[in-house]
Every structure is written in structure tokens, then in C-alpha cells.
């Protein structure tokens, strides 16, 4: 949408939002959430620094992982008090 | 009506941000800025004034909350000094990438070792890269207004570029002298409220300073500096004339010329010292001499077209630089003499290099640099770049 500096705006930003950076292919090692071990109290939503875990409002669900956004690094498997989350090796065939 | 108040250079900062209506402070103390930021923590203290007063950790710190303070639409103000400004090095040039025009009163102080908390530029004269616009005051009038004025060119759309104001140590930072306050509603007209044209909104997200490929547009938002810093020059010296008008008081532009018009030796140099130079160059004037003081007042932008249209009609420039670059000279005298190579008619330059980590630069001082630049007209050069009142021993 820009071609040179005429028609940038003058802070260096763009008008999508982070989502648009994908940046889940940078994961070695990915976050798997066990729903039978989740208390569903959401720890891992507070510290993943990424805004990859989706929660709901009503905390009724258990988290989903956004892996599009994912980077791997396992904060939210240190914090989970409940172990629910494990690490697993990303492979080349997945 | 006019009110007058006797304060130092230092509270000068401090009643300039709060006449200008600063809405962020970042406070971190540093010998000799302390007092800029003590006197606003009273200002909050007594009610006389509204802004959210944040005491951080480090001056790092202390830039970082001023620039995302920034980002969201507040106008923003700190003060540092010597190593609280280089440690902020990182968050300056984010400053001026970010486009937030924060403002910030840097006191001039010596850097260690060994320690010394004296006048001396190499601080902010180091801070040149960083894209800030640069102010050397003289007077503690001078620094109450060019903090409001400072806001007005910085937050120009036109600008978007973050503003130092450098007082000398002790010299200006502790001096007391009269000032006329300006009156407060007249301010508030002059500076109306900080209006970015993007904001960290979180009903209105967007990517703010995130990756940039090598194909895609980091270069041309560098440019963009460039371009906005070129015209931060016209922007100072329009409100400079507007400020003026409403205030009765100019305090120079870019390059404040005394007694220019037919001298033929011309000082150049910034900050406190300029005042001892006036004095000399009326008492050599008395005599006969024809010479004058060009006074650096901003150093970014860089005022290149007004060194040349100076060096055009005198025979002998020499710069005088309280801080010394290691590599060729000071650094006003390095960009003095890059700014007049492609013209024709060439003065001779030479660099002065005094009053380094405080020493007094005195009457006899700058009589002795006059004297050496006077011969210069007849002789040519004799050194290029000479340390004055070193004391060299060795006996």
C-alpha cells in the first residue's frame, strides 16, 4: 500500500494490526494443553506475552492455543499450576 | 500584567513546563538538573499544576515513559544531565524514530572520568545523531521561553521531532536572574493542546514501530527525519517571530548575530559563554575592531545557510567548542567548516577548543582568542584546532 516515503505516514507504523506478523513458524518446541488436567484459571492467558492463548469471557471453556501467533516460549507451561501444559518438539513433517 | 520573578536557569525549565501545560513527567535526579524537576514535584505538591509525575528508576527509564507517554497524546517533559543523557542514548534516537516531540532540559555537565560536574557540551554535542532538535541557551529568560516555544516547533506536524534544551552547568543552571513570566492564558493560545495525528489507541489499534524489511521502508523513514528536520529550521524561525509579536521577545533564531553586519572576525559559540563574548566584542568595537559574535543558538538543525551567508563577508571565523570529538576538532567547528567547503569565497577557520569540564572562560579569555584571530587576517593560519588555557607544565 506505500510505494515510497511521500506516501508514508510520519510515524513508522502500519495501519493492520499485529496479527497480521505470523509468527508462530518461529516455535521449536510447542505448548500442548491438556483439558482433563485445566482448572480453566487462565494463568497461562495472563502471562503469555504474545496474546496467543484465546480465552472466553464467561471462563467456562478451557484456553485454546493460537499457534498462527505462538512463538514457543513455554512461559505458559512454567506457569501452569496444574502441569496442564507440555512442551513437544515441533517437526519438520508437521 | 506582566509578572517578574528571580529564578535560576533551572527553574526556568520548570515554570516553562508548567506554563506550556505539560500532561507527563518523568523525574530522575542528576547533580546539576535536580532542582528543574524538585521545583515541578512542588508545583504538583501545591496543586498549581496537573500532570502525572512519574519517579522512574533511570533516565533510560525516564525516556522511554516520555515516549510512549507521547504516543498517546501527551505532551511530555523530563531533565537530565551528562551521564543520565548517555544513558538514554538508545531511547533518544526511539524518540525521533517514534516522531514524539517530547521536550527535555538537558543541564551541560562534564563527562567521567575523571568526575566533574561542571560546563562542558560533550553530552548533548554527542546526542547529535540521535534526530532531536537542539537549543543552547544563554540567559534564563531565554530558557523559559524557548521550552514553549520548543513544544510549538516541535509538535508542528510539519516537525515531529523531540527538542533539547541545554543550559551550562552552574553558569545558567543556578544563576538567578529576572524574568518576565508570561502570562498564562496568553500561552495557552499561543501552545493550544498536543494533537498527534496517530495515537496508541486501544479502540484503534495499529503496528507501531515494528519490523521493517530491507526492501520495504526503514530508509525512507529515516528520509523522512531528514526532511522534517529541515524544516524544523523554517519552523523555529517562524514561531520564533510569532513568539515575538505576542511576547515582545525574540531570542535569536537559529544563528544569533551581534554586531555582524561590517565585522571582518566573527566568534562562533553556544551557551553562557556568549555573554562574555557580547562584553568583549563592545570593549574591542570602542577600539576600533571590526568584530562580532555569531551565537549557535540551535545546532540541530544545523543552521548551514546562515554559516554561509556570515562567512560570505568576513575575512576570520573561529569557533569556539567546550567539548572536544576525537576525531578532527570540536564538533561545531568540524560542522562549520563542512557547511562553507563548497563555497567560493572561503574565511579562514580555526577551532578553539575551551573552558573544558567548567573552566572559566573569562574576558581575558576570549580577548586572548580575539587577539589570535585578529592576526589571523594578516598571517593566515597558524594551528587549526588550538586548546586554549591548557596548562601544559612538563618543567
Not at chain 1, 484465546?54 to 512454567?78: L, R
Not at chain 2, 544569533?256 to 553586519?261: A, E, G, I, K, V
Request: glycine share 6%; aromatic share 10%; with cysteine.
Amino acid at each position: 500500500m506505500f510505494e515510497g516515503y511521500k506516501d508514508l505516514p510520519e510515524v513508522p507504523m502500519t495501519w493492520d494490526t499485529t496479527e497480521v506478523n505470523k509468527t508462530g513458524g518461529w516455535r521449536t518446541v510447542k505448548p500442548v494443553l491438556d483439558p482433563e488436567k485445566c482448572n480453566k484459571c487462565y494463568i497461562c492467558w495472563k502471562f503469555c506475552p504474545e496474546v496467543a492463548i484465546i480465552v472466553d469471557d464467561e471462563q467456562k471453556e478451557v484456553p485454546v492455543i493460537d499457534y498462527v501467533h505462538c512463538k514457543g516460549c513455554a512461559i505458559c507451561a512454567e506457569e501452569c499450576p496444574k502441569k496442564a501444559i507440555i512442551m513437544v518438539s515441533e517437526s519438520i513433517e508437521d | 500584567m506582566l509578572a517578574k520573578k528571580v529564578i535560576t536557569g533551572n527553574y526556568a525549565s520548570s515554570y516553562g513546563a508548567k506554563l506550556a501545560r505539560v500532561q507527563v513527567i518523568a523525574a530522575y535526579p542528576i547533580t546539576p538538573q535536580t532542582s528543574v524537576v524538585e521545583k515541578i514535584a512542588d508545583f504538583v505538591a501545591d496543586g498549581e499544576m496537573e500532570t502525572q509525575y512519574v519517579k522512574v528508576e533511570s533516565e533510560h527509564s525516564a525516556m522511554a515513559a516520555c515516549i510512549t507517554a507521547s504516543q498517546t497524546g501527551a505532551r511530555t517533559f523530563t531533565a537530565t544531565s551528562a551521564h543520565g543523557l548517555t544513558l538514554m542514548h538508545e531511547m533518544l534516537i526511539w524518540a525521533s524514530g517514534a516522531r514524539t516531540p517530547v521536550v527535555m532540559t538537558n543541564v551541560n555537565r562534564a563527562m567521567a572520568p575523571p568526575w566533574s560536574v561542571w560546563a562542558d557540551h560533550l553530552d548533548s554535542v554527542a546526542q547529535r545523531d540521535t534526530g532531536w532538535i537542539q537549543y543552547y541557551c544563554e540567559s534564563v529568560q531565554e530558557v523559559l521561553d524557548t521550552i514553549i516555544t520548543a513544544y510549538k516547533v516541535s509538535e508542528d506536524r510539519e516537525v515531529l521531532l523531540p527538542a533539547l534544551l541545554t543550559l551550562d552547568a552552574f553558569y545558567l543552571s543556578h544563576t538567578y536572574e529576572t524574568v518576565d513570566m508570561p502570562d498564562q492564558d496568553k500561552v495557552d493560545e499561543f501552545l493550544p493542546p498536543f494533537d498527534p495525528p496517530y495515537k496508541l489507541d486501544v479502540d484503534d489499534p495499529h503496528l507501531f514501530g515494528s519490523l521493517s524489511f530491507p526492501h520495504q521502508f526503514y530508509m525512507e523513514w529515516r528520509y523522512q527525519i531528514k526532511e522534517a528536520m529541515g524544516r524544523a529550521r523554517d519552523k523555529i524561525l517562524q514561531v520564533d517571530k510569532e513568539y515575538e509579536k505576542i511576547f515582545g521577545r525574540s531570542h535569536g533564531g537559529l544563528l544569533d548575530l551581534y554586531r555582524c553586519d561590517d565585522a571582518e572576525v566573527v566568534l562562533v559559540a553556544a551557551g553562557t559563554m556568549a555573554s562574555t563574548i557580547r562584553e568583549v566584542v563592545d570593549q574591542y568595537r570602542n577600539q576600533g575592531y571590526k568584530i562580532g559574535l555569531a551565537r549557535l543558538r540551535v545546532f540541530r538543525p544545523f543552521p548551514a545557510q546562515e554559516m554561509r551567508e556570515l562567512a560570505k563577508k568576513v575575512d576570520v571565523i573561529g569557533v569556539l567548542d567546550r567539548s572536544y570529538s576525537f576525531g578532527y576538532g570540536g564538533a561545531f567547528f568540524a560542522e562549520t567548516g563542512g557547511s562553507l567547503y563548497n563555497i567560493p569565497e572561503k574565511p579562514v577557520l580555526k577551532n578553539y577548543v575551551v573552558g573544558i569540564g567548567g573552566r572559566d572562560v573569562t574576558p581575558k579569555t576570549v580577548e586572548g582568542i580575539f587577539n589570535n584571530a585578529i592576526s589571523l587576517q594578516e598571517k593566515g593560519l597558524d594551528k587549526e584546532i588550538e586548546w586554549i588555557e591548557l596548562k601544559e607544565g612538563g618543567k
